[in-house]
């Protein structure tokens, strides 16, 4: 994460963006003037660019995964096959083998984790995360979205995979509650009055 510098997320639109809104999420610091703080405001980041080019190879991949898998603590992915509907597709072998050497010595013998987003092949593709072998990997763990209903996303691809779920798209809808939502957070946040009116 860059700090003390302000906007600095606009020099990589182009190029990141989806990885900078993931890092926002995963480590936005605390006290700061976007009016959001990250679900681990104090983690360290650090990014691995795997897709520099259209594919990234099974060695390219590996070697994401395995990186500096003694200081890295939990591997954020937000990536996995094309969403073509029911077409199976996963990690090669290196990637097979990175992944459970990580998982079983990583992080300095306790075990690297390895997070993957389950998938947005959904509604629209149709695609299931049955058939994608990073969700499905025992040294994986499978996060999908549901929105403040409880109902799952339109993209939100839908497998036994899943360990665990957060909210993703509409979670502001005034006319569902959150479990454990606080009315009036102008305490923490300075940017609105209440969570309710925060919806950007």
């Avoid at 990175?98 to 149709?126: D, P, T």
């Avoid at 499978?142 to 798209?169: F, H, K, L």
Wanted: aromatic share 8%; with cysteine.
């Amino acid at each position: 994460m860059v700090t003390c510098v302000p906007h600095v997320y606009i020099l990589f639109l182009g190029a990141s963006i989806h990885g900078e809104k993931c890092a926002g999420i995963i480590a936005a610091v605390l006290n700061n003037s976007e009016c959001g703080v990250g679900l681990a405001f104090r983690a360290r980041l650090g990014g691995i660019r795997l897709f520099f080019r259209k594919k990234a190879s099974d060695a390219d991949e590996a070697r994401a995964l395995s990186h500096a898998s003694d200081h890295i603590d939990i591997y954020s992915n937000s990536w996995g096959p094309d969403d073509k509907g029911f077409e199976v597709a996963g990690p090669g072998h290196l990637t097979q083998r990175a992944l459970q050497n990580g998982a079983e010595k990583g992080r300095r013998g306790l075990g690297s984790i390895y997070v993957f987003a389950a998938g947005n092949g959904g509604i629209i593709v149709e695609d299931s995360c049955a058939f994608n072998g990073y969700v499905n990997s025992i040294y994986t763990i499978a996060i999908t979205g549901i929105n403040s209903d409880g109902s799952i996303p339109d993209y939100g691809e839908r497998c036994t995979g899943i360990m665990a779920v957060t909210y993703s798209r509409n979670i502001f809808d005034r006319s569902t509650p959150m479990v454990g939502q606080q009315r009036n957070l102008s305490h923490i946040i300075s940017c609105h009055e209440s969570y309710s009116q925060s919806e950007n």
